[in-house]
T-cell receptor
Framework: EPEVTQTPSHQVTQMGQEVILRCVPISNHLYFYWYRQILGQKVEFLVSFYNNEISEKSEIFDDQFSVERPDGSNFTLKIRSTKLEDSAMYFC?????????????FGPGTRLTVL | AQSVTQLDSQVPVFEEAPVELRCNYSSSVSVYLFWYVQYPNQGLQLLLKYLSGSTLVKGINGFEAEFNKSQTSFHLRKPSVHISDTAEYFCAVTNYGGSQGNLIFGKGTKLSVKP
């Protein structure tokens, strides 16, 4: 069964450093998402991406964040200058693109630790 | 704006007992509702979803949920739980019609099944 994959599973970085989290969505999916879950808190929407551009973003997704689909398979989340409060589990999700009938499939997540 | 409330942060239950995890939502438009499960150190897995049609939906692992529009609820139930059901359960809502489908999650309910 096709699945969303994410790398790395765990990333440790120093405050102020740039990180790139990578995702490979399911191949025939058209909508892509990033969510994050701070330890002990709920899953929060960050950004959605469709047709090679951001379609929606939350207030969390400020200028320090960016997303890209550099090729036909990868979907990346970049944090330019990490802060301590960026420490969280980051989930990528994708869905096929038939509105109202399909489901978002989540990857296993990348745990980001900012020291 | 949409929101999801999961009233119980933790639910302890004995093996083979029934369980109900509560979820209430608020929205000014029609919504689609989901339950996701997160096993320790894993990603989010879809349990079941309500998009339209029958208000009683059945999912994987013997779980079911009932959509109640008048009470704006989507409670999750299982008649007899197993140790392996120990996990965190998240209720989520989206409105595909008015957005790109980003999910709004509740804070989660940790189900702990004891022998």
């Amino acid at each position: 069964e096709p699945e969303v994959t994410q790398t790395p599973s765990h990333q440790v970085t120093q405050m102020g450093q740039e990180v790139i989290l990578r995702c490979v969505p399911i191949s025939n999916h058209l909508y892509f998402y990033w969510y994050r879950q701070i330890l002990g808190q709920k899953v929060e929407f960050l950004v959605s991406f469709y047709n090679n551009e951001i379609s929606e973003k939350s207030e969390i997704f400020d200028d320090q964040f960016s997303v890209e689909r550099p090729d036909g398979s990868n979907f990346t989340l970049k944090i330019r200058s990490t802060k301590l409060e960026d420490s969280a589990m980051y989930f990528c999700a994708s869905r096929q693109g038939v509105p109202g009938t399909d489901t978002q499939y989540f990857g296993p997540g990348t745990r980001l630790t900012v020291l | 704006a949409q929101s999801v409330t999961q009233l119980d942060s933790q639910v302890p239950v004995f093996e083979e007992a029934p369980v109900e995890l509560r979820c209430n939502y608020s929205s000014s438009v029609s919504v689609y509702l989901f339950w996701y499960v997160q096993y320790p150190n894993q990603g989010l897995q879809l349990l079941l979803k309500y998009l339209s049609g029958s208000t009683l939906v059945k999912g994987i692992n013997g779980f079911e949920a009932e959509f109640n529009k008048s009470q704006t609820s989507f409670h999750l139930r299982k008649p007899s739980v197993h140790i392996s059901d120990t996990a965190e359960y998240f209720c989520a809502v989206t409105n595909y019609g008015g957005s790109q489908g980003n999910l709004i999650f509740g804070k989660g309910t940790k189900l702990s099944v004891k022998p």
